[in-house]
């Protein structure tokens, strides 16, 4: 469970939208600390279509994926962390997503949408 302010995020519940998208292959979503909030922030993890091969089109992808979970979540729920693109969603021998590996994940293309005092900025 993500704890953003006081808030409960489900991350399987923002999983179940991301993977309905027909761009992703595979999708996990964990948390990252924010620096000037002090809370967790949920975060997306994300193996994109092989049809994304150079950083302009990953990017727009990034950003379109992250605007459309926006949409159809609560406030709360949104992405504020980002999408993150990975080669691979950790797991271990039976599947389950490894949240607590998605730290070393923050070093790829990320989506550029941030946020101002809960609000979205685009």
């Not at 620096?35 to 997306?44: I, W």
């Not at 049809?51 to 727009?60: A, I, N, V, Y």
């Not at 271990?92 to 550029?112: H, M």
């Amino acid at each position: 469970m993500i704890k953003y302010n006081a808030f409960q995020v489900s991350p399987t519940e923002l999983e179940y939208y991301l993977i309905r998208d027909e761009t992703l292959i595979d999708v996990g979503v964990g948390a990252i600390i924010g620096d000037e909030e002090g809370t967790e922030l949920p975060t997306a993890y994300v193996v994109l279509d092989l049809k994304f091969s150079d950083k302009e089109s990953k990017l727009k992808a990034l950003n379109q994926i992250h605007f459309c979970l926006d949409e159809q979540v609560s406030g709360y729920k949104r992405l504020r962390g980002g999408v993150w693109e990975v080669t691979q969603v950790p797991r271990n021998a039976t599947g389950k997503v490894l949240r607590k590996k998605f730290q070393d994940f923050t070093t790829g293309l990320r989506s550029n949408k941030t946020y101002k005092k809960g609000l979205p900025k685009i």
